[in-house]
């Protein structure tokens, strides 16, 4: 059975996009662990609340087959963890597949890994960059396609809810 890792934001993670894509993994026999900054509860935009099984800084990459970042407003506090960039790096380096959404691509683009790559985000200013998500996209070095959903290899980037399901279904034929 492949194990994915689900990184969310403690505060303001995207409910629809944690939950559309949990389940379309799940429906493909697809085991889920969740973390986030720390072990404590996290709180969805819209109410929902999940408890991680790990804090980043337990994340062993070997672990998983593929690391997906869920978006929503609180990713930004997820995207300062130097833990989540080394596990990005690390997922990388080791030729996992690696899916971000909404707001989650600037992880990837922060860490390196979207440099020549095409990508997606959602698109709004971003006040830690003072700048759009997609010129920050680019600005690193990544191909911003506008898509609702690009797929690099064994990267994977989606622009928001609407685009949960397809990103969801899209991991599950990575992973195969």
Known sequence: ???????????????????ETRNKLE?????????????GICYGTFGSTVKPNLSLDEV???????????????????????????????????????????????????S?????????VWLGYDDEFKLTTDKYLEQRGAHFTGESITVDGKIITANGPAAAKMFGDMLSKLLD
Not at 1 to 19: C, H, N, P, W
Not at 27 to 38: G, M, R
């Open 1 to 19: 059975m492949k194990t994915v890792l689900i990184i969310i934001a403690q505060r303001g993670f995207q409910d629809y996009e944690y939950s």
């Open 27 to 39: 429906s493909a026999d697809v085991k889920i662990v969740v973390a986030s900054v720390s072990k």
């Open 60 to 110: 062993n990459i070997s672990d998983f087959n593929a690391i997906v970042f869920i978006g929503g407003e609180g990713m930004s506090a997820v995207r300062q963890s130097s833990d989540a960039t080394r596990i990005v790096s690390e997922a990388h380096k080791s030729g996992k597949v690696i899916g971000a959404i909404c707001w989650a691509p600037t992880i990837l683009a922060k």
């Open 112 to 120: 390196g890994i979207l440099q020549g790559k095409k990508a997606t």
